[in-house]
């Protein structure tokens, strides 16, 4: 039952996409962050590649819009960090080793690099934000109900995909909640406004659940910028903190012990692991400067055992830290693409939120929930390598439509027009309308 209502959502999604393919981007949006394939017990149907196929195709006619991935700071950067990430395979340690996962990374980024040439006004950034925060907030709010029901639990385990495991899943739902927690004030309906605020708070049961240290230490910094940010910084803050706070009382001792590891990081058995091979990839690094090991974890895998004596002891395990990920399989220079990419990304974006109160309050919550979500990713990712992880391409390609948007307010100012009525200048065959109203 569950799979056939899928495939009636998706199949249609699926015609449609050829035609009008920044549906086609919502639809693999949706799919790629929420999996409801997962939730249908369906996972071996090609859901996600038929839509992105579609969605190709309709993109053909697109092609003009090309010159788009250059024309800002942020998109031509993405487009930059490609080629060394290239070099790191074509010099890796075994070649072989790196083709899956580079597949798998191309495909990502393709479909990812779609969205500054199809969103083409303000409305399609709207949709495509608040797309991302349902689908997030939705299965954040699976979790902790579930979690609230039962009293107190413990997730393990992950989702699926990209969300396999349950650091992986705390952290795109920590990434999810700003999504949210702004998101509401994208929507003009009462009701659509409660989904969204109740979705970022019931994220939060389910985030302290999955037990993640990492995502505890992100989270915490997502809730203070959301404090400090609130007209009401008190009743907010105090909000957030007392449905965080309740959550870990219903889980726990237990939680509070674990997260007490941080402070000790050596006496804790994971963390200590996590720590020596932090060390492992700086070693390794240093022996593979340029283009590193080879993209993927496979090569850095293989070559553990020449840097650490003791797998046995540790059990064997990855990087858990992106930088070094990035650092260590596709050397220094992807390394420093990558890290002024998204810390830079987030000081523009913290920039942007202060020229937009002053000048069109309105749009301030399009780069606040930017920044706050990746800010979260650039602390969690600390803890856990998510270089093949769609969401934060996603939303650094939203960053660059957004400053897009924001050049095109600050260059052309045009008495008694609202921030809502600029688009971008699109070449054919693209039909511009007017921004917070609908195609026809």
């Known amino acids: 039952m569950r799979q056939a209502l899928l495939i009636a959502i998706t199949l249609p999604l699926c015609v449609i996409a050829p035609f009008a393919p920044e549906m086609g981007l ?47 700071p942020i998109s031509l950067a993405l487009v930059c960090l490609q080629f060394p990430i290239a070099a790191s395979v074509l010099f890796a340690q075994d070649t ?65 995909g990209m969300l396999a495991d349950n650091n992986c899943l705390a952290l795109a739902l920590v990434m999810g909640v700003p999504l949210c927690w702004y998101g509401r004030f994208l929507v003009k309906r009462l009701w659509l406004k409660q989904v969204y605020t109740w979705a970022a708070i019931i994220s939060l049961p389910a985030i302290v659940m999955t037990y993640s240290r990492g995502a505890a230490l992100s989270l915490a910094a997502v809730l203070l910028v959301l404090a400090v940010r609130a007209k009401r910084k008190f009743a907010a803050g105090l909000i957030l903190v007392m449905i965080a706070g309740g959550s870990v009382f219903l889980v726990g001792r237990s939680y509070l012990s674990r997260m007490q590891t941080i402070k000790a990081p050596t006496e804790e058995g994971s963390a200590a692991a996590r720590l020596a091979y932090a060390g492992v990839a700086f070693r390794m690094w240093k022996d593979h400067p ?76 399009y780069p606040m929930m930017l920044q706050t979500s990746l800010l979260g ?62 195609r026809g």
């Open 290 to 365: 340029i283009a590193g090991v080879g993209y993927g974890m496979t090569n850095e895998m293989k070559l553990m055992p020449y840097y650490i004596t003791n797998l046995t002891e540790h059990g064997e395990q990855v990087i858990h830290d992106t930088y070094l990920q990035m650092l260590c399989d596709s050397g220094i220079f992807a390394f420093l693409i990558y890290v002024g990419l998204l810390w830079g990304t987030i000081a523009w974006l913290g920039l942007s939120v202060h020229r937009m109160k002053r000048s069109h309050p309105e749009l301030a919550p």
């Open 377 to 438: 990713f650039a602390i969690g990712s600390t803890f856990l390598s998510r270089i093949e992880f769609d969401l934060i391409w996603m939303l650094l390609l939203a960053s660059a439509v957004w400053y897009r948007i924001e050049r095109q307010l600050r260059s052309k100012p045009t008495a008694g027009s609202s921030a809502a009525d600029w688009v971008f200048e699109q070449p054919a065959p693209a039909v511009i309308e007017p921004a917070w109203e609908h």
């Open 26 to 72: 919502y639809a693999y949006t949706w799919f790629a962050l929420m999996r409801p394939d997962v939730l249908a017990w369906g996972s071996g149907l090609p859901y996600s590649f038929v839509l992105a196929a579609a969605t190709l195709l309709g993109s053909l006619r697109y092609a003009g819009n090309f010159i788009r991935l250059f024309d800002t």
């Open 96 to 160: 072989m080793a790196t083709h899956d996962p580079f597949k798998q990374y191309m495909r990502m980024m393709v479909m990812a690099f779609l969205i500054p040439l199809l969103m083409v006004s303000l409305e399609d950034l709207r949709r495509l934000l608040l797309v991302m925060g349902i689908s997030l907030g939705l299965l954040g709010t699976r979790f902790g109900l579930y979690g609230l029901i039962h009293g107190g639990v413990r997730f393990n385990a992950g989702y699926g």
